[in-house]
């Protein structure tokens, strides 16, 4: 390949692949030929438009800033500590997965969800007193991580995003909001016995469901569930919420199994199977895939949740290009010939609480960090971001594409190709969330850790970014820079609104690697008369259409 990026970033304005690929496909020319697979039949399933997602290209930078192309802006809509609603309650820590909800169908008045996925002690719990937290701390442990519902609208006056604090639907749901459970693990010997359990954290990317509820998936929950004396099968789930709905009671999937979840991809099978895709943010860890055993109802609405209740999880078998199911007769007969596994393993209940540890046992292909997962609107393909995995001396990770039979969501066989690679070659490294816009690019924004980032192997990329790559046209698989965060901090869950003109994006952990809070690395958002770096979530407008 020849040395492109900083030539194109240069040179270039990024033309969105929409005109292009809309020209190829009326005149039956182009992209049709260039590959085998995906880009023939199914090929825009859903029409990309004709223009709209246009911009200059930024260069890497390590401003303490979020740097946007010419032409765009943003505006914080909650910081951490803000209040969200007339009771008080406040935006939690480190906020991760966003995703806008319309009110009465408007692109301009929403309930935002926003993931919280851990803390900072220096500026949240404190240090441990003699080793430990006291119940205050554990209380704010436990608060600030979670989710916020909150309520943002555009202010046409101000040409501003804003938080509408007077909301009746702004809400927290955190570690301290009693949870159900569902499905196999529920009531077992493997959670305890537990049918209810207290609490949700580590939440880190997550999904929407069909019917319009939220997913949000449990993460690196260990340490918070030790601090807090909690039971440790308790956690590392994906939740369901009903953001307009607080009698929605909220759930936790265990059918859909226990681990570092990242985040929750729902699809449908051909046969109306739902299907959700999964991946283990560990080094050498798995992908999975839920496919309902019931089918889809429309009109059943948000009682079609009970659809993740039941149903087959699958592991990827990369190397056979199989997805094996993960049942306990499977397990079992993996585990034959070892007595300590048999004892492990012997209800399906044990199968999804240890998930991980089954998955190997069937032969699950150990892979580099699998963080978000998508599907491709435009033609079923399934992108996974391999963050990176230093074991392997994979420092930039990579984005690889599954390619269904049939392009199926339910198919138990697939292939796959690695769709883009992180280096210097491609201008990012590290890559994590991702999401589509309607031009089919995936925007995908990246997680180099604070402690390697702007040295070593990791100096020419700067700070944290978030770049836009087509995934058809001439363009593919090119990584474009759109935005460079703010000093150590990490862009994470970017989601527009459904007219595309906002993107919703966090600003997690700005000045991650502060020591003392007088001197910090970051003083990002740069609020008049402070110099906290606080997690924010941003909306992002400049788009035309
Ligand atoms: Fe919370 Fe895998 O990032
Ligand atoms: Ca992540
Ligand atoms: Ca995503
Ligand atoms: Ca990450």
Wanted: charged fraction near 25%; aromatic fraction near 10%.
């Amino acid at each position: 390949m020849e040395n492109k990026p900083l030539n194109r970033r240069t040179f270039l304005t990024f033309m969105g692949t929409g005109a292009a690929a809309l020209a190829a496909a009326t005149s039956g020319l182009g992209i049709l030929s260039e590959t085998a697979h995906a880009e023939t039949d199914n090929l825009l399933r859903v029409k990309p438009k004709k223009k709209g997602f246009e911009f200059q290209p930024i260069d890497a930078t390590t401003k303490d800033e979020l740097v946007l192309p010419k032409g765009f802006k943003y505006d914080v809509v909650a910081a951490y500590g803000d209040v969200i609603n007339r009771e008080g309650d406040t935006f939690g820590f480190n906020n991760d997965f966003t995703l806008y909800f319309s009110i009465e169908n408007s692109s301009e008045r929403g309930l935002l969800w926003v993931n919280h996925e851990y803390t900072n002690p220096l500026y949240v719990e404190g240090e441990k007193v003699n080793g430990k937290y006291t119940p205050a701390q554990i209380e704010q442990l436990l608060y600030n991580q979670g989710g916020s519902i909150i309520e943002v609208y555009y202010d046409k006056k101000d040409n501003k995003w804003k938080m509408d604090t007077s909301s009746t639907h702004a809400r927290r749901v955190t570690g301290l909001t009693p949870f159900m459970l569902t499905g196999p693990a529920k009531g077992t010997k493997a959670v305890s016995g537990a049918t209810r359990v207290q609490g949700t954290f580590a939440n880190c990317s997550g999904g929407k469901t069909i019917w319009n509820t939220v997913l949000s998936c449990e993460e690196n929950f260990e340490d918070t569930a030790q601090n807090a004396g909690l039971d440790q099968t308790h956690y590392g789930w994906v939740i369901e919420v009903d953001p307009f709905d607080p009698n929605f009671e909220v759930r936790k999937h265990t059918a859909l199994g226990r681990f570092n979840h990242e985040n929750a991809s729902m699809g449908i099978a051909k046969d109306s199977r739902v299907v959700v895709y999964m991946g283990d943010d560990k080094k050498d860890a798995c992908v999975y895939k839920f496919v309902s055993k019931n089918k889809y109802v429309p009109s059943l609405g948000k009682a079609n949740s009970r659809l993740l209740e039941e149903g087959t999880l699958y592991v990827a078998d990369f190397k056979k290009g199989k997805w094996i199911a993960m049942t306990i007769e499977a397990v079992q007969k993996a585990a034959a010939g070892k007595p300590e596994l048999l004892e492990k393993f012997q209800t399906q209940g044990d199968v999804v609480t240890n998930c991980h540890e089954a998955a190997i046992l069937l032969g699950g292909t150990p892979t580099d960090r699998p963080e978000d997962v998508e599907i491709s609107p435009f033609d079923n393909t399934i992108f996974i971001a391999h963050t990176n995995n230093d074991k392997h001396g994979n420092l930039h990770g990579h984005i690889t594409r599954f390619i269904e039979k049939n392009d199926d969501l339910g198919a138990t066989e697939f292939e796959y190709e690695i769709f883009a690679a992180g280096g210097r070659q491609s201008g990012f490294s590290a890559p994590d969330n991702l999401t589509f816009d309607s031009n089919a690019n995936l925007w995908t924004v990246t997680d180099i850790s604070s402690s390697s980032l702007n040295k070593d192997a990791w100096t020419s990329f700067g700070n944290n970014g978030m770049f836009v790559i087509p995934t058809i046209g001439s363009d593919k698989g090119i990584a474009f820079q759109f935005a460079s965060a703010p000093a150590e901090a990490e862009l994470t869950g970017p989601s527009f609104t459904p007219d595309e003109k906002t993107l919703f994006l966090s600003i997690q952990h700005p000045g991650e690697e502060t020591k003392d809070k007088n001197n910090p690395t970051s003083t990002w958002p740069h609020r008049i008369g402070e110099k906290t770096p606080r997690p924010a979530v941003v909306a992002i407008t400049g788009f035309k259409f």
